[in-house]
């Protein structure tokens, strides 16, 4: 008779074994690493300033950021003003008229990093987490890994209906500059990595590995 198996919520399993009192720490091999979920305005100076020399930076964003980043961070990767996003937004005059917006830009910043930048979404990132991988992909050497995102970016518009229910709906249409989609799609990654059972068993993050593979290949 085989042993019963014992299985976890997902919520419970401690993808990312995080420890420490800031969003950012240096790798073995001269890599650093950030995570949004706990990142401050006021570390994102300090962390320039400590990754600069670095072969390459791994920003998490499986996960939701704890601070709203790509004008602040973003600008750090790209060598040039660059468009990473637009919208459609209805014509309040012309009912079902849902006209396109002018991209918007990532401005080049007084210093740009010259390694490697690798993003790691999963299912989990969302809304902001997806507008954020979108500003970090018009950077000048970014990879995005892992796995494609929920595809529900965009402004939170409320409706409510009979009978006292309330739902909620993404009042913007969120676009790369191409006019390519999204909303419903998601944010495909350029290398996809899954973990598997193997790894979370021998308490592996493979997607970070692969990460690290990558910024010294």
């Known amino acids: 008779m085989q042993p019963p198996i014992t299985t976890l919520r997902s919520i419970n399993i401690d993808w990312y074994r995080w420890s420490g009192d800031t969003s950012y720490k240096l790798l073995d091999g001269n890599i650093g690493y950030v995570t949004l979920e706990f990142i401050k305005k006021a570390e994102i100076p300090i962390l ?31 060598s040039s003003p660059t468009p990473f996003v637009k919208f459609t937004k209805f014509n309040i005059d012309n009912p079902g008229e849902f006209p396109f917006t002018d991209p918007l830009i990532i401005p080049k910043g007084e210093t740009v990093y010259k390694g490697k930048l690798v993003v790691l979404i999963n299912e989990n990132s ?10 970090f ?17 965009g402004t939170v518009s409320y409706i409510y209906l009979p009978g006292g229910l309330l739902t909620r709906i993404s009042g913007t249409g969120i676009y790369y500059p191409d006019g390519t989609q999204t909303q419903r799609v998601g944010i495909i990654p350029d290398v996809v990595v899954r973990p598997t059972i193997k790894g979370i068993e021998q308490g592996k993050d493979e997607v970070l590995e692969k990460a690290i593979e990558i910024i010294n290949d």
């Open 48 to 78: 320039k300033d400590l990754f600069k020399n670095t072969k390459g930076i791994i920003i998490d964003i499986r996960n939701y950021p704890s601070t709203f980043v790509p004008f602040l961070l973003g600008p750090y990767f790209v």
């Open 126 to 135: 969302q809304s902001q987490s997806e507008y954020t991988t979108m500003a």
């Open 137 to 153: 992909k018009a950077g000048d050497c970014t990879t995005v890994l892992g796995s494609t995102t929920a595809g529900a970016d």
